[in-house]
């Protein structure tokens, strides 16, 4: 498999080093020919010099052949507007790092599915440590044809539950509304701006991609 990284971070390298270790062709792109000449002698995997956020760039990597695109700078505004060059570019999958949580709800409204928070990760994983609690992914928990989904309501979402008029085999499953979580009741009434989580079968993802994320063009 082929990943490409766009910026060469410490999150890159640490994760390029990985896929390299496990066989898998990495290839990196960065601004900064310094850092390439010295990353270039302790990995063993393409570079390519230059900006990420460009279009020209991107083809040269041939986002056709590419299974994942990383987009792991340090600057937030770039890796969302690389991933959405990435995503138009036809990119099978690109993963968005972003460390102000201001920029979730828009990455989430831009349909950028994978959308990591290293900071919060981390932070909620000692956090949890310091507990004495060992945290289980949501990963390892919504198994088989069971995918998760998540939307930001809009004006027209504000409804009750009931009236969302959900796919079947689908539930809301908790609802971020600020800094609250809720856990929803059957008259729970969804408001503009909540972060609603669904838990639905696999084959209903296009249509609730299609409802809540006009932009991915699908």
């Not at 056709?64 to 995503?87: F, H, K, P, W």
Request: charged share 30%.
């Amino acid at each position: 498999m082929k990943a490409v990284f766009i910026g060469a971070s410490g999150l890159a390298v640490m994760t390029a080093q990985l896929l390299l270790k496990r066989d898998h062709d990495v290839v990196i792109i960065e601004r900064d020919k310094e850092r390439i000449d010295a990353l270039g002698e302790e990995l063993a995997c393409g570079f390519l010099h230059g900006d990420g956020t460009r279009p020209a760039v991107l083809r040269e990597v041939e986002p056709g052949e590419t299974d994942v695109l990383y987009c792991l700078t340090g600057n937030d505004q770039s890796n969302i507007i690389a991933s959405l060059i990435g995503r138009s570019l036809g990119f099978a999958r690109v993963v968005t790092r972003i460390d102000n949580i201001e920029f979730e709800h828009i990455c989430i409204e831009l349909g950028l599915e994978y959308t990591i928070i290293p900071t919060r990760t981390i932070g909620r994983h000692l956090a949890d440590m310091f507990e004495g609690r060992d945290p289980l992914e949501l990963s390892a928990m919504i198994k088989n044809d069971a995918r998760a989904f998540s939307f930001v309501a809009r004006r027209e979402d504000a409804v009750p539950l009931a009236k969302l008029e959900l796919p079947k085999l689908s539930r809301v499953i908790c609802i971020y509304r600020q800094s609250s979580f809720l856990l929803p009741e059957a008259d729970t009434v969804v408001k503009e701006g909540d972060e609603v989580v669904v838990i639905t079968h696999r084959k209903h993802l296009p249509v609730l991609e299609e409802r809540w994320s006009p932009l991915l063009g699908r």
